[in-house]
């Protein structure tokens, strides 16, 4: 079974200032683990992901997060927001072994203030 | 390249009516999804296709809901009859392989409204 946790459901920050959006999982196998991006009236779209190798992984838009084992967790982070950053971000999770069922979050929505 | 196709982009009809979406994945795409998005909550799988087989569809309320892939390209899903609950955004996404590291590319979405 897997299943993933994003902390907020909500984030709020002002522009220039770092973003952290937070999520945990749960798999009885090793997972890959993504972040989604879901802009308004836009597809879903790769931020990123985390296949095994590298436990940091940098994405587009200079995002950037770390697969952290022990603590069960893949937290999104940016050093310093931008308007265009707001939109809705879902974390998910392929368990390798498993059966390649991808779950998602409920997604955390960034909210960035002038 | 071009993206992953659907229609109609929004449909409303009255509860216990049938309705029926979509999907032409990008060419070459091996695997296809159709989701179900809930106002306020993330995607949830309903079914998966390898090519033209099913993957995984144990999350398809299978009383009302079908979805075929035929010839291993587009795919149509159907919900017959609707139900109230069943108002969501239905979305499509294909990926190269059905590997674990693989990114899904998501169509734009079917807003559908069940009054």
């Known amino acids: 079974a897997q299943s993933v946790t994003q902390l907020d459901s909500h984030v709020s920050v002002s522009e220039g200032t770092p973003v952290l959006l937070r999520c945990n999982y749960s798999?009885?196998?090793?997972?890959?683990l993504f972040w989604y991006v879901q802009h308004p009236n836009k597809g879903l779209q790769l931020l990123l992901k985390?296949?095994?190798?590298?436990?940091l992984v940098k994405g587009i838009n200079g995002f950037e997060a770390e697969f952290k084992k022990s603590e069960t967790s893949f937290h999104l982070t940016k050093p310093s927001a931008h308007m265009s950053d707001a939109a809705e971000y879902f974390c998910?999770?392929?368990?390798?072994?498993?059966?390649?069922?991808?779950?998602f979050g409920r997604g955390t929505s960034l909210i960035v203030h002038p | 390249e071009a993206g992953v196709a659907q229609s109609p982009r929004y449909k409303i009809i009255e509860k216990r009516q049938s309705v029926a979406f979509w999907c032409n994945p990008i060419?070459?795409?091996?695997?296809l999804y159709w989701y179900q998005q809930i106002l306020g909550q993330g995607p949830k799988l309903l079914i998966q296709?390898?090519?033209?087989?099913?993957?995984?569809d144990s999350q398809l309320p299978k009383d009302r809901f079908s979805a075929e892939r035929l010839k291993g390209v587009d795919s149509t899903l159907k919900i017959q009859p609707a139900k109230l609950e069943d108002s969501a955004v239905y979305l499509c996404?294909?990926?190269?392989?059905?590997?674990?590291?693989?990114?899904?590319?998501f169509g734009p979405g079917t807003r559908l409204t069940v009054l």
């Open positions: 296709f390898q090519n033209n087989g099913v993957v995984d």
């Open positions: 996404a294909s990926s190269s392989d059905r590997g674990h590291t693989d990114t899904q590319y």
């Open positions: 798999s009885s196998y090793s997972p890959s």
């Open positions: 060419s070459g795409h091996a695997t």
């Open positions: 985390y296949t095994s190798a590298a436990t």
């Open positions: 998910v999770v392929v368990s390798i072994g498993g059966s390649y069922i991808p779950t």
